[in-house]
Nanobody, 115 residues
Framework: QVQLVESGGGLVHTGGSLRLSCAASGSIFRINVMGWYRQVPGKQRDFIASITSGGTTNYADSVKGRFTISRDNAKNTVYLEMSNLEPEDTAVYYC?????????WGQGTQVTVSS
């Protein structure tokens, strides 16, 4: 099993910044890609960004230029730096780790952007 624990969510004003962290533990050899998704009540969970073990990144168009994903392989941690936040970014943010055979989710962390 793989455990993913997110931290760093909170309340921020429009235009502000936050950094989310996701620490992985357990059988981390099972995963080689880590990423972030977000979900608002009543809607599907949407992809935000991902990063491979080799450092290749991918972003949703809605966050390109504002969000940056990175990882520290020594700490088994992935980060999401979010800047120029907008009320539309308000959601529960989930960390996901996946490999060729399985995937794992964190418990989520709330991000609220006030106008």
């Amino acid at each position: 099993q793989v455990q993913l624990v997110e931290s760093g969510g909170g309340l921020v004003h429009t235009g502000g910044s936050l950094r989310l962290s996701c620490a992985a533990s357990g059988s981390i050899f099972r995963i080689n890609v880590m990423g972030w998704y977000r979900q608002v009540p009543g809607k599907q969970r949407d992809f935000i960004a991902s990063i491979t073990s080799g450092g290749t990144t991918n972003y949703a168009d809605s966050v390109k230029g504002r969000f940056t994903i990175s990882r520290d392989n020594a700490k088994n941690t992935v980060y999401l730096e979010m800047s120029n936040l907008e009320p539309e970014d308000t959601a529960v943010y989930y960390c996901k780790g996946w490999g060729p055979y399985t995937s794992y989710w964190g418990q989520g962390t709330q991000v609220t952007v006030s106008s």
